[in-house]
């Protein structure tokens, strides 16, 4: 006698799980046929208040306990010889994994991971709060992430990720207040916590671009709500003016070593900010005075302060270059010769 084996009925559950949430939200739910089934199981068409997006999504749903993990908290995609039609396929390419036993469902951006992840041959991703494919969400974060939108949540559920141990839920949590809230003077009070507390590596950079709205530079562009004048002025007298050496020197660490300061790198933005500080002299006098500095981060201050202070920052370039740094050597030249630097020339 012929048997309907148990699998199939726990990928229909995934399948079926998937489309009631689709549905429900207002959106169409394509399924692709099992014959016609090349690594895509469905199509999603987005739809936003009965309005057509034009945009589709391409999802793999994945069922059951072989593809999720309870003891490391994390769901599993094979690739198998699926890797080159997910990179190519002309849509995004979304991985959903449903978890029976939790009645919960978790999602991945396939084409990003496999850019991130090369080599590998099976999708690892961690269930969270962020990459929860549910009804409440997938309005407010999953459609925004999908279209490279900033999602709208609530501010105290954006806030909340700042607290996160995950650097996805924390960099989401910043962009959300700042380009949701910029002008909520508790939105910089958090961030500029956030700065202050985390560590180097845990601080996601499009915070330091954001910081740098605030001094501005010619190669920011707008995009969401603008930061108003009184704004910036709190930004400037209730946290930048307080920026000490510790401060520079964070700030320092998240220059890029090979591309340093110049147009479109993170090293543009810290320049803004640190030139912007009122403090800025004394703190980079002070941290190129010390040898204790690492040389990286004295090459950097010694950089910014040959652009505001071109003549004084002489002796500091000279000493550096009898260090051993070759770079500094040629600004030292550079200043001598042309009586200033612009790396944005």
């Known amino acids: 006698m012929p048997k309907y ?96 036993v939790h009645d919960k469902a978790y999602w991945i951006d396939i084409k990003a991971y496999l850019e991130r992840e090369p080599n590998s041959t099976v999708i690892r991703f961690q269930m969270a709060k962020i990459n929860t494919f549910s009804e409440r969400t997938f ?54 916590n956030l700065f202050e507390k985390a560590e180097l590596d845990a601080i996601p950079l499009n915070l330091i671009y954001f910081f740098a709205h605030v001094p501005w530079h010619r190669d920011i562009w707008s995009r969401g709500k603008g930061l108003t004048k009184e704004t910036r002025s709190y930004v400037r007298e209730k946290h930048f003016a307080k920026f000490g050496v510790p401060e520079v020197v964070k700030l320092l660490g998240f220059i890029d070593e090979e591309s340093m300061i110049s147009r479109g790198t993170i090293g543009q933005s810290v320049e803004a900010i640190v030139s912007s500080l009122p403090m800025r002299s004394v703190c980079l006098r002070e941290i190129l005075s010390q040898q204790s500095y690492p040389i990286e981060i004295r090459e950097k201050a010694a950089t910014i302060f040959a652009m505001n202070e071109p003549q004084e920052s002489l002796p500091f370039l000279k000493q550096l270059a009898e260090e051993g740094s070759e770079w500094m050597g040629d600004l030292l030249e550079h200043v001598r010769e042309f009586g200033g630097f612009n790396p944005y020339a």
């Open 5 to 100: 084996i148990k699998s199939n009925v726990t990928a229909k559950d995934g399948v079926n799980y998937v489309r009631g949430i689709v549905e429900h939200q207002g959106c169409i739910f394509h399924k692709i046929e099992l014959e016609n089934d090349l690594g895509i199981d469905a199509n999603i068409e987005l739809i936003r208040d009965e309005t057509p997006l034009h945009q589709q999504v391409a999802v793999q749903i994945k069922s059951g306990t072989s593809y999720y993990s309870e003891t490391k908290d994390e769901c599993l995609i094979p690739i198998k010889s699926h890797r080159d039609y997910w990179k190519n396929h002309p849509l995004p390419v979304v991985g959903i994994v449903y978890v029976p």
């Open 139 to 192: 309005s407010s974060l999953f459609v925004p992430l999908v279209l490279n939108e900033t999602p709208t949540i609530p501010y105290d559920e954006a806030v909340s990720f700042l607290q996160s141990e995950r650097s996805n839920e924390v960099e989401l949590g910043v962009q959300v207040l700042f380009r949701r809230y910029p002008n909520v003077t508790d939105t910089w009070d958090h961030l500029i």
